[in-house]
């Protein structure tokens, strides 16, 4: 393991990169000492290993002299020996330790000896390098995921792990977890990625912008078909948020949802009005975290009654202290599983609403002609209309697409399919209709 930590660093420097071989063991294994019980009822699993500040004043060394550490994977045990441990337990300690340490930092009133103010050693960022990239999804037929919500999503990516991936993707769910671990400590907006050493542009890539290679809530047209999808291609991972679904006005914390509405759209709210109007047409809520995002649903009727009613999306917002750190895309792809593509296989994802089970539905919502979000939904939305100072989207329903499609086999869609025949002028003139939710 030396000669190996010792063949890191000369590769490193034949990079005209500086860096420091750390061979002694800086982490402990066992809980840390006066560890608190609970610690066995935490989502996450818990380093089995340890760091104390003082351990990390070789790391804080080395950085403070702008030299990378190298570590080898060892740990003291209870006899105080070197052994040869797990290196994941390695990365999980560190981060844990290094966030404590940090902490410590900023509460210190007295200079110490061994630490620096310059040296700031919380960890913002994981990155996991490995020899097959980022985690298959069975929703893209083995390609890599491209954002893991972590807190919704870790259960079910490991429910429907291919037992063949085992073999193509050995690392995956063991690093899965160590991301998992590592943001569990580290500050919420932190992100880890799951990379290919094979895809030196791809890891650059994602340390200047902090983004998936494509967004994951694009449609899966295009992400099937897309270039810079491969299987190499890196996840990007965050702890993400918790994915809930109401479909009951009294189960929304009116409260939280109007300080949301107000702050995302920096407008009053007509409260009353607002979930008057809700009680009657109310589809589902899709809730993110604890009210940080809310697609809201409703089903606007036509006045042909013979007409299925339309599915509306009356309000999609994010508060601004979240926008930039995956909510977005969380949010608008449970959405994608709540309606336009409910029934497609790739919406089995469980957020406490149908499941993937069902009949999707078009699903039609407007926005101003100047709104700055417009890109992002011409990029989302199927089809969209320019109708004065508004834009109309839609999403046609998947599954339908998709059955109707296999059954003609090589002939394909035709460019309007019958149902879809005066559906944009229905559209057109009950949406502007809708009252407006703003004083």
């Known amino acids: 393991m030396i000669e190996e930590t010792m063949r890191v660093v000369t590769a490193l420097e034949k990079q005209n990169v500086k860096a420091r071989p750390v061979l002694g063991s800086m982490v402990r294994l066992g809980p840390k000492p006066g560890e608190d019980e609970t610690q066995g009822n935490l989502d996450f699993t818990p380093p089995e290993a340890h760091v104390l500040p003082l351990d990390l004043v070789p790391i804080r060394s080395a950085l403070r002299a702008g030299e990378i550490p190298v570590l080898p994977p060892f740990a003291l045990d209870s006899g105080c020996r070197s052994v040869r441990v ?3 337990d390695i990365v999980g300690a560190l981060a844990r330790g290094m966030v404590e340490a940090a902490s410590l930092d900023g509460r210190r009133t007295e200079p110490h000896p061994d630490y620096s103010d310059d040296v700031d050693l919380t960890p913002l960022r994981l990155l996991i390098i490995n020899r097959e990239g980022g985690v298959p999804s069975y929703a893209r037929s083995g390609y890599p995921h491209l954002l893991i919500n972590l807190d919704s999503e870790f259960d079910h990516i490991h429910h429907t792990f291919h037992p063949s991936w085992q073999d193509s993707n050995p690392t995956a769910l063991s690093n899965l977890s160590l991301a998992r671990t590592c943001l569990a400590y580290m500050p919420p907006t932190s992100s880890a990625v799951m990379v290919s050493h094979r895809s030196p542009s791809s890891l650059i890539a994602n340390l200047i912008t902090n983004k998936p290679a494509v967004s994951s809530s694009l449609p899966h047209a295009l992400l099937q078909g897309n270039r810079k999808l491969s299987q ?5 991972l965050r702890r993400g948020l918790p994915i809930s679904v109401v479909q009951n006005v009294a189960d929304i914390d009116q409260g939280k949802m109007n300080y949301l509405l107000e702050q995302s759209f920096n407008r009053k709210l007509d409260k009353d009005s607002f979930y008057k109007r809700l009680e009657k047409t109310l589809d589902f809520v899709v809730i993110a975290g604890d009210y940080v995002g809310a697609a809201i649903v409703t089903n606007e009727s036509c006045p042909n009654s013979s007409t299925p009613p339309i599915s509306y999306l009356d309000k999609f917002a994010v508060l601004p202290s979240h926008q930039g750190d995956g909510t977005v895309d969380f949010l608008w792809v449970a959405l994608h599983d709540e309606s336009y593509g409910l029934g497609d296989p790739a919406s089995l994802n469980p957020n406490g609403g149908k499941q993937g089970k069902g009949e999707g539905r078009d699903l039609v919502w407007r926005s101003r002609a100047d709104n700055p979000v417009n890109k992002w939904y011409f990029e989302r939305s199927t089809g969209h209309m320019r109708s004065g100072s508004w834009v109309l989207f839609w999403c046609d329903a998947e599954k339908r697409l998709n059955t109707e499609e296999g ?16 559906r944009l002028s229905s559209w057109a003139n009950v949406i502007p209709k809708i009252p407006s939710a703003w004083r």
């Open 86 to 88: 797990d290196a994941n």
């Open 232 to 236: 190499h291609t890196p996840t990007l």
């Open 407 to 422: 059954r003609r086999a090589n002939a394909g869609l035709s460019y309007i399919e019958d149902w879809e025949m005066g």
